[in-house]
């Protein structure tokens, strides 16, 4: 294991690499699926014993579900249980180097008022859009100062952050739902993303300024640093109409990187990438985990229904908006309980796929339970960071938020019922 812990970063960067070799037919999936598990393997040690917990706790009943379907005569492929996850995977490598292409400002004074607060909510949203859970530790680092981050920009950024996986290409939540609800169009949900994350931003901003009354020291963002996730943005829409045979999750998997080559800020450049594989690649071993986990544990769901068909025969029903608001909702209170959404996710596709909803209908639905989840609860990534680094109290964020998913969950319901 010392020996692979030193090419740690390598085999993650080996998962996105011969991915996009499998999907040119140039390798076999198994060296990717390899590489993915490897790279797990290799960053369990430096897992928190939390994330361990939960990782075992799925994979174990994922495995128990696959064996008992095994004695029934269900037998699941290799590559459903082991490389499911694999696009999502890839694509999760690719915009990690995009933290390459982001500036710190640690000169300018903080901004105060209304302004500062729409400012920061857009800023974090579209900067966090492309650069991912970086740029919330950028804002918040340099927001606190040298005191404590107050629980109003805590929530000001996490959920502004968290919208942005409505409408935004690059961010994990698209990759999921692209994999877990198949054929699903990506530019289909990007206008009712949109809008989803302006009412966002316009909830937060409403809320903290009645509770700051502008006394809001937010982020000073410059109109220089928005380029990047505006280029690439383009950049994907571009390529996505001029080849539309390629899928959106290869594009984001070639664009990132080539972007992050040609617009990163450290110099010289090729000793700033082999020491972001060396050092930040091998960091990224929770999200590995959890999703390799997923995929396991979905397919042992999977299984279990097929042995018994006769119980979740749900071809009589269809995929209604009642069903998808008492879905959402069940995803959403289940995050507030320390359940990821991409568990919670796995859990729920194989059981509406036999609905056959409309694809993008469901893809809606996984990036409500996404946005909402992660904005609101504090106990999946994003609220633990809040937590474990800046000190704001799991209560205090549960406090802050519920009304704020009771909202959203409301409105991306009647987005759904009146658009899609």
């Known amino acids: ?127 966090g859009a492309v650069i991912n859970m970086s740029v919330i530790m950028v804002f918040a680092d340099r927001m606190k100062g040298i005191g404590r981050l107050s629980s109003t920009q805590q929530f000001v950024i996490t959920r502004s952050f968290s919208a942005a996986a409505w409408w935004s290409p690059f961010f994990v939540a698209t990759g999921v739902a692209l994999t877990y609800s198949p054929g699903m169009k990506w530019q289909h949900t990007v206008i009712p993303g949109i809008f989803m994350g302006l009412m966002s931003v316009a909830f937060s901003t409403i809320q903290a300024y009645r509770r700051t009354k502008g006394d809001f020291e937010g982020y000073p963002i410059r109109r220089e640093s928005l380029f990047v996730p505006l280029l690439l943005s383009i950049a994907v829409i571009i390529c996505h109409f001029t080849w539309q045979n390629i899928s959106i999750l290869v594009l984001i998997c070639l664009i990132a990187p080539i972007a992050t080559m040609l617009l990163m800020k450290a110099r010289p450049r090729k000793q700033a990438l082999l020491s972001f594989v060396d050092d930040k690649l091998p960091r ?29 025969d749900v071809t009589s029903s269809h995929f209604s908006v009642f069903i998808f608001a008492v879905t959402l909702a069940g995803m959403i209170l289940v995050s507030f309980v320390g359940v990821h959404p991409i568990i919670s996710i796995a859990v729920v596709s194989p059981i509406l796929l036999p609905l056959h909803p409309e694809p993008t209908q469901l893809g809606f639905l996984f990036f409500s339970a996404w946005a909402i989840s992660t904005g609101s609860s504090a106990l999946t990534g994003l609220g633990l960071l809040m937590t474990g680094r800046y000190q704001v109290p799991a209560s205090v964020i549960v406090n802050n938020n519920w009304r704020y998913a009771l909202c959203m969950w409301f409105l991306a319901s009647f987005v759904n019922a009146a658009f899609l």
Do not use: H
């Open 284 to 312: 990224i071993g929770s999200q590995f985990a959890l999703f390799l986990a997923a995929g396991l544990f979905s397919n042992g769901i999977k299984a279990i229904i097929l042995c018994y068909p006769q119980v979740f």
């Open 1 to 127: 294991m010392p020996a692979l812990n030193k090419f740690t970063g390598w085999l993650v960067l080996g998962t996105l690499v011969f991915y996009l070799l499998s999907v040119a037919g140039w390798v076999n999936t198994a060296l990717p699926t390899l590489c993915a598990w490897g790279a797990n393997a290799a960053m369990w040690k430096t897992l928190p014993k939390g994330a361990k917990r939960q990782v075992l706790i799925l994979m174990g009943i994922g495995v128990l579900a696959l064996i008992f379907a095994a004695t029934q005569g269900i037998w699941m492929t290799w590559r459903e249980v082991l490389a499911i996850n694999l696009p999502m995977l890839a694509m999760f490598v690719a915009v990690s180097f995009l933290d390459l292409t982001s500036s710190r400002d640690t000169s300018r004074p903080l901004p105060k008022g209304l302004k500062a607060i729409v400012n920061t909510a857009f800023g974090v949203q579209l900067l």
